[in-house]
């Protein structure tokens, strides 16, 4: 079953022209990985999915893209339903300076939620679904900023998870963080799999092998392969594709 | 030669640093020691004496009741704590009246004797002379007289800088003025300039900002007197028209002049605060759904909050310390207001307006300096709450 299905999607940001004709379906309920060495396009295509890149001027999108049969890009869509549908974890940890609650509940209380009591569970579902709840249960008001940085990042993935999204976008969200934040947010996703769509965007092969069931592989604009992860590290059909995953070039 | 080049080169900003730094200071220091001069005068203009009947058992009198008694509020000597009967005021203006010609001498040399002599026969008289022309004994004495003290002036209701024979430097009329148009001053410039802010930074095109923003910052150029000016011209007849006053110079006129005159330091600053706002954040809020206004409201404002506070305590500063504008638009009237439609006048006006006419070194010329140490200690406080809100700022974004 398709979750999301990008069909012939070029992406201009002025003359740029930064995604070339990708067609892809994700299908619902798994991780899958965008790979690809830096400015590849990957990160552009992975923010066409909840149109953060309406906020860059200049942009333009031909082509279609379909999450749950729907496109996206029509103009009867209400932008901010759509990124309740659709969350996003950023790069770097980007709480709000708010408390640790205020941060969990932000999502909920734009979306016009006023019961506190449902909010208050719904807090503790995310930070606990994050694997946040015993560090944080204590200092639930304390502010966001006094926490690592680590901690931050899963704060981010609670607060993006207590709307109760379908869809989880992840652009590299270990890459600020060292390699313990960084095993902790991989064990979240391998949690996470099965219940919510999750696409993520790395850097780190290693990552990309380990928490995701299909991978695609983006140079210059475009996918030149997308598989299932074990085929594109083990057995890849491009040779570009191999060249990067043995680290020949990137 | 490069090394005498970096020598001389560094001695030099040392020096223009140093100098600075002294010139500051020695400006400071005269304006302390100046405003401190007025506690060393007497209550009773200077080589002035009161003098009464040595049958009067008031002997003390504070520079209000002097006043007082003088302007023939107080007519009975009973309010003073003395006798049962009614008080005459001498003047020496007033000799002619009671003396000939003859009596007085060509010179006046027998004036301070016929003086003595008719408080000497009047109990209720109270003589306002030159010390030197009072003779020693001869059926009178002296109100005692002591110097000026700081809770009269910081306490004191009345500004009365040339009254005779006491003057009066009670400072509440003017700070209540000062502090009144500064208030109200920012309660019309902060709604306005958070407003244009918010604008600004989230809403209009880079086009319309482009346009926009130099304009605001032209405010800023504009010398005050011209917004005096302005404000005479336009807003005065407007307020007179409107709320039906006597006269349209009021407290509200110089607040309405003065916010106008904050609202591109308060913009300025909030909007920089605002656009300094992090991408990261703004996108983290939209990505959770909130609409462009409630991540303006729930995110970009509170976040920005510590910058937008500097902006309103800067415009607090200038609105504190404005004086041609104000000067202008007041009314200058030195009571305290008893709403903000009354005729007011602040600090810095006051300086403006008396300091010609003050004989210099004399009493009213130090009140004049004390004055200033006040302002001094005012803009003092406001500049160390900038400093505590954007050190906060620091430290919260770090």
Known sequence: MEKIEAKEVDFYYGDFHALKHISMDIPQNKVVAFIGPSGCGKSTFLRLFNRMNDLVPGSRLEGEILIDGKNIYAPEVQVDELRKEVGMVFQRPNPFPKSIFENVAYGLRVNGIKDKAFIEHRVEEALKGAALWNEVKEKLNASAYALSGGQQQRLCIARAMAVSPSVLLMDEPASALDPISTAKIEELISDMRGKVTIVIVTHNMQQASRVSDKTAFFYMGEMIEYDDTKVIFTNPHKEATQNYITGRFG | ?398
């Not at chain 2, 002294?22 to 007025?38: D, K, Q, R, S």
């Not at chain 2, 005096?228 to 006053?245: A, D, E, T, Y």
């Not at chain 2, 406001?382 to 770090?398: L, P, Q, W």
């Open chain 2, 1 to 398: 030669m490069k090394k005498f080049l970096e020598k001389s080169v560094r001695w030099i900003l040392t020096a223009s640093g140093f100098v600075t730094s002294v010139v500051i200071l020695l400006i400071i220091g005269f304006l302390f020691t100046e405003g401190a001069g007025l506690f060393g005068e007497p209550v009773i203009e200077d080589g002035y004496v009161l003098a009464v009947n040595k049958e009067n058992p008031v002997s003390r009198l504070s520079a209000e009741e002097i006043k007082a008694v003088f302007d023939e509020d107080i007519t009975n000597w009973k309010d003073l704590g003395g006798n049962d009967m009614p008080v005459r005021t001498f003047r020496l203006e007033d000799a002619d009246d009671y003396f000939t010609e003859e009596q007085l001498g060509s010179q006046y040399e027998h004036a301070g004797e016929a003086i003595a002599g008719l408080v000497a026969s009047d109990p209720g008289m109270v003589a306002f002379v030159p010390g030197t022309m009072i003779p020693d004994g001869a059926g009178i004495k002296l109100i005692e007289d002591k110097n000026i003290s700081p809770g009269e002036v910081l306490g004191g209701k009345e500004w009365f800088p040339t009254a005779t024979p006491a003057p009066l430097f009670g400072v509440l009329p003017l700070l209540a003025g000062t502090v009144w148009v500064s208030l109200f001053a920012i309660l019309f410039a902060l709604p306005f300039g958070i407003s244009i802010a918010v604008y600004m930074s989230e809403v209009a095109s880079e086009r319309v900002r482009g346009i926009l923003k130099p304009i605001i910052e032209l405010l800023n150029g504009i010398p005050s007197v011209v917004y005096g000016f302005f404000g005479l011209i336009v807003i005065v007849p407007m307020l007179q028209q409107v709320f039906g006053l006597p006269v349209g110079e009021s407290g509200l006129a110089g607040s309405l002049v003065l916010a106008i005159m904050a609202l591109p330091t308060i913009v300025t600053v909030a909007e920089d605060a605002m656009r300094n706002c992090p991408r990261t954040l703004r996108e983290a809020s939209l990505a959770l759904g909130a609409t462009k206004w409630q991540t303006i409201y729930k995110v970009v404002i509170p976040s920005s909050m510590s910058g937008i506070a500097s902006g309103v305590v800067l415009g607090i500063g200038r609105a504190v310390g404005e004086t041609m504008a104000v000067l202008m638009v007041t009314g200058n009237a030195a009571v305290i207001p008893g709403s903000i439609l009354e005729p007011l006048r602040t600090i810095p006006a006051t300086i403006a307006a008396e300091l010609g006419e003050a004989p210099a070194g004399g009493a009213h010329y130090q009140s004049l300096f004390l004055l200033g140490v006040i302002l001094f200690f005012i803009t003092f406080i406001i500049n160390m709450c900038v400093e505590y809100i954007s050190s906060r700022n620091r430290a919260k974004n770090r």
